[in-house]
């Protein structure tokens, strides 16, 4: 079974959503664009093009886009 390589968990109660690549703690992003680099930084050049394709990123515990604390 094939499993989505990029997973945006559930936003966190200090801020931000943690970032995992393939199960590898990326970081903590707080918005679309510290999420984008950081996973250009995991190697992935086009990642904007990325965030709504459901075969690439999975968002947990929250809409897409949204950064918003619980």
């Known amino acids: 079974m094939w499993d ?5 968990h559930r936003p966190s109660p200090t801020g931000g959503r943690r970032v995992t690549l393939r199960s590898r703690i990326l970081g903590l992003a707080h ?12 190697g992935i050049p086009d990642a904007s093009l990325l965030l709504d394709d459901p075969s690439w990123v999975e968002w947990r515990g929250a809409a897409a886009h949204d950064w918003d604390r619980p």
């Open 4 to 8: 989505v390589p990029i997973v945006v």
């Open 31 to 42: 918005d679309d664009p510290e999420l984008v680099l950081l996973l250009q930084r995991a």
